[in-house]
């Protein structure tokens, strides 16, 4: 029997701990994959205080793990296949375990968006949905075209700017949705191309992308590029992972909180990307750990 289970390691999970853990509480982590979350796949971390020169996801995540381990904080690498949370104590069933609680904070985050497009399946890992941090270099004097224009598909595509020949960012939108900082940071770099109020159609090839459609939203028309071996980096947004927590309040697919992070289910806490919330940064997933851990430390 645990204080406390926390579901996801990310920045949101790991500030959950560290602080459960220095009120006393008996704590565990559940992770499927690594500790960072989503935010330990990108090539840069920018504009969280404290972060070291030249910080990446990866270091960011490896730092994060480390300091949890030190505060001990327990992390078991397991997937959460199901919940019980209506009742005092909570059950959590894993791939490989059971473990019950009297709280449950849930920080389990968000997932890529799929397009849904043609060719998308078959080319994921084959030039399709490629991870800048991981394989920019692979792309390097070639063209790769970066789907997306908020902050984080414009600041990878300015680091994939430092190897391919040649960025082209395809967004939806008649303008970028990131910050003047990388706005402006673009607009100095002579090998980043935009093709705005567009979206990506679909994509073709067998072993790698050999070709794909970009379609106009205003008129519908259909470009066909022929670009063998090119690398797509897909950053269309989020989708939480809600999907075992049919038990608690949602809204449009986020868990409902309040201002301590309790749900609608006494003892069941949500923080981070997973919550109804207006800002989703790393700076606000660490704040949401932080009360909620407080907020469950007064109800042991």
Do not use: W
């Not at 935010?39 to 920018?46: F, L, W």
């Amino acid at each position: 029997m645990y204080d406390l289970i926390i579901i996801g390691a990310g920045p949101a999970g790991i500030s959950t701990g560290i602080y459960a853990v220095s009120r006393g509480m008996k704590t565990l982590v559940l992770e499927k994959a690594k500790v960072g979350g989503l935010i330990g796949n990108v090539s840069t971390v920018t504009h969280y205080a404290g972060i070291i020169e030249g910080e990446t996801g990866e270091t960011f995540a490896k730092r994060l793990e480390a300091q949890a381990i030190s505060a001990g904080v327990e992390i078991r690498y397991e997937e959460v296949t199901d919940v019980s949370l209506l009742s005092d104590v909570k059950t959590i069933s894993t791939n490989t375990g059971v473990y019950k609680a009297k709280n449950v904070i849930l920080a389990n985050g968000t997932s890529p968006r799929m397009l849904n497009i043609e060719g998308e399946k078959e080319l994921t890992g084959k030039g399709m949905r490629m991870n800048a941090a991981k394989h920019a270099k692979l792309y390097e004097g070639k063209h790769v075209y970066v789907v997306g224009g908020a902050d984080g598909a414009v600041k990878e595509a300015i680091y994939l700017a430092g190897f391919a020949k040649q960025v082209t960012i395809i967004h939806f939108e008649d303008k970028l949705g990131c910050i003047a900082e990388f706005k402006n940071k673009i607009s100095k770099l002579p090998n980043i191309d935009l093709k705005l109020h567009s979206v990506l159609h679909a994509v073709y090839g067998v072993e790698k992308v050999e070709s794909l459609e970009i379609a106009n939203v205003e008129t519908g028309a259909i470009e066909t590029i022929e670009d063998s071996g090119c690398g797509i980096f897909v950053y269309a947004g989020t989708v939480p992972n809600t999907e075992l927590y049919s038990e608690l309040e949602l809204k449009d697919g986020f868990i409902c909180t309040d201002e301590k992070m309790q749900t609608s289910v006494k003892g069941v806490y949500a923080v981070g990307d997973i919550r109804v919330k207006t800002v989703r940064q790393v700076s606000t997933a660490v704040s949401d750990g932080t009360i909620a851990a407080i907020s469950a430390a007064a109800n042991i």
